[in-house]
Every structure is written in structure tokens, then in C-alpha cells.
């Protein structure tokens, strides 16, 4: 990684954080506790490839963190901070297909990690698929207790709640499937794009 690559992504995260604060100082003044998880999250997750490294030693490719940078902002701030998932028509399906197709690059990432990119193909796709659904079912367990403890809405559980959730599932499969697709046909540019990561 570049050191105009480093000063970028460190650039980003300090927007992404002094727009979260922005944020936690408006609710501070305009209470509202459904929002508030979502502001406090966004003044954290930032950070997550920094925890990373730090506790693993895993250096994360740029390329890798600038779209997490990108996906945290449109699917976080934008979508939960700014309420595009109410007001913009399918932006939640269209972030949990998304959120799949990276769940599979993920998957793979952790494939190369631990060296098992030589094994079976077929065992790298089902893993791959199963990991990125497996991340989707966690995010809805996420969701439901968030809505049973704190009394949100995020499944709009009194209208459409398992309607949302099977929709969500499903979105996040075929994105999950599309990304394993990709990751088949496509391994290496994926790799040199996404994957330069080596331990220290």
C-alpha cells in the first residue's frame, strides 16, 4: 500500500467519524433512541480493519477497505442515519445484495488466509456460499432483537415482518451466489484487486 493510499483511507475514516460525532451532537439535542444505535455503531465500525489489524496482524488490502469505506457510508449513514431505507424504494434489497456479493469476497479472503485456496472447488464454493448466508442470517437475528429489545422497526415487524426478512435472505443469497460466481470465473483479477493481505 502507497502512502497516498494510507493518507486516503485514513482521510475517510476521519470523515466518516467527525460525521457520525456530527451526528451523535444533533441527537443529543433531538433525542431519539431508535437512531442512536445506528450513530453510535457509525462512530466504531470505521475503525473495524484498524481492530483487525491490530489483533490478527491481517493487513487488508486497499482496495478492500475503500469499498468497506464506501458500503459503510451508503448502507450505514445514508441508509439508517439518513432513512434511505424508508424513503428511497428498495434501497434495503438492494444493500443486502450488495452486503452478499461482499460476504463472498470476504469468504474468499479468509479461503486465502488460511491457505485453503488449494483444496476442492467445489468445497471453496459451498463455504463461500454458506458463510455469505450464514452473515445475512446473523444480520436478521440483528434485526429482530433490535426490534424485540429496543423497539425499532427494522423489519417492520407490524406490517411485513417476515415478508422483509425472507425478501432480505433472499436478496443477500443472490448476491452471495452472483459474488461466488465472479470469484470462480474471475479469481484472479478479484485477487488482484481485493486480496493483498499477508500476515506480518
Not at 470505521?46 to 451508503?74: E, R, T
Not at 448466508?133 to 436478521?140: K, L, N, Q, R, S
Request: glycine share 4%; aromatic share 16%; proline share 2%.
Amino acid at each position: 500500500m502507497t502512502r497516498s493510499q494510507r493518507t486516503l483511507l485514513v482521510l475517510v475514516q476521519g470523515f466518516l467519524f467527525t460525521l457520525a460525532l456530527v451526528l451523535l451532537i444533533y441527537l443529543l439535542f433531538n433525542p431519539d433512541f431508535y437512531r442512536l444505535g445506528h450513530v453510535i455503531a457509525s462512530l466504531f465500525l470505521p475503525f473495524l480493519p484498524n481492530l483487525i489489524h491490530a489483533v490478527s496482524k491481517v493487513k487488508i488490502s486497499f482496495h478492500m477497505q475503500l469499498v468497506y469505506f464506501v458500503f459503510l457510508f451508503v448502507s450505514l449513514f445514508l441508509g439508517a442515519d439518513f432513512e434511505f431505507y424508508a424513503k428511497v424504494p428498495h434501497f434495503d434489497k438492494l444493500m443486502h445484495f450488495v452486503s452478499g456479493a461482499l460476504s463472498a469476497v470476504l469468504a474468499w479472503y479468509i479461503i486465502k488466509l488460511f491457505k485453503a485456496d488449494k483444496t476442492n472447488q467445489v468445497f471453496r464454493v459451498l463455504f463461500i456460499i454458506c458463510f455469505s448466508v450464514t452473515i445475512a442470517v446473523v444480520w436478521e437475528f440483528l434485526e429482530f432483537a433490535c426490534d424485540k429489545l429496543l423497539g425499532a422497526s427494522m423489519q417492520q415487524l407490524t406490517q411485513v415482518g417476515v415478508d422483509d426478512t425472507m425478501f432480505d435472505m433472499l436478496a443477500a443469497s443472490i448476491g452471495a451466489l452472483a459474488g461466488t460466481a465472479i470469484l470462480v470465473y474471475c479469481a484472479k483479477p478479484i485477487e488482484q484487486f481485493f486480496l493483498g493481505t499477508h500476515k506480518e
